[in-house]
């Protein structure tokens, strides 16, 4: 799934990645890097309102478990349990967020979880970045449920 | 500040929260019960995406924060500094987040704090309803810092 694939599917499922202005950058199975602007995310303070820096980590962590589990052909449904996010500073423009599957035994794990139990549970890490700085982490648990239907 | 005050702030300062659709249904210093629709916040299972039921209790927290400390006087600038979101069910409709000071000595030393040392930290616990059903929990750390701007 390309980065311009990536982004189709985002505009026309989650109708809110459009509002919050999103753009695939990097979109494999290694990682998956999107971005956002200030505009339509400012607060008050006109920095980036938590809500949508949380929205876009949480889009991060989904997508790359979808085009991970996409290319080992697993048919699914994937479902947030939990997400914890630490903001660390004020995002005052442009923002990035990088997921990334921390540890591959853990991704071995999962998948063979998913094809004993078609149920298994995996943790992704994201990292946001403003301008080069790191600005905030967030840390999402998803469920993988078997899924005829998709 | 009341229902429609808050809404029209909330719309005018973080336009994520117009995208959202949200509708302030009760603010005051006791709760903030804030409500928002199904489609704009769908993803492609058709229920509610994760980031903007995250967004919409963020902002139910926030607000009851910025509600209380504007009562007291207290000019701040308020920051979220952490948050733990628990998705509890898939939600398939309407949606509603009710936030509240759980513990009353938990504000009154936050209170104190914040007057003695210009900074203090308060956890704001959000839970969020579909159709009278609890769907999901929210607790949120914030820390207001004394602006004299604002």
Redesign the interface.
């Known amino acids: 799934m390309d980065c311009r694939e990536l982004e189709q ?1 985002l505009y026309e ?4 990645s459009k ?2 202005g999103i753009q695939v950058q990097e979109s494999n199975t290694e990682r998956v890097v999107l971005s956002a602007p200030l ?7 006109s920095t980036v ?4 820096a ?3 980590a ?2 991060a962590a ?1 997508a790359l478990l979808y085009i991970r589990l996409r290319q080992e052909g697993l048919h699914n ?1 994937l ?9 660390e500073r ?1 995002i005052a423009d442009r923002f990035v967020a990088s997921s990334t599957v921390g540890d591959p035994s853990a991704w071995q794990k999962f998948q063979e979880m998913f094809r004993r139990k078609h149920r298994a549970r995996i943790s992704i890490t994201v990292t946001l970045q403003c301008n080069g700085e790191r600005v905030a982490e967030m840390n999402g648990d998803f469920v993988a449920l078997a899924d005829p239907v998709s």
Do not use: E
Request: glycine share 6%; net charge positive; no cysteine.
């Open positions: 599917f499922h989650i109708p809110l509002a919050i505009n339509p995310n400012i607060n008050h303070h309102f938590g809500g949508s949380s929205a876009v949480i889009l989904w449904r479902v947030i349990q939990k997400n914890t996010m630490v903001y004020p």
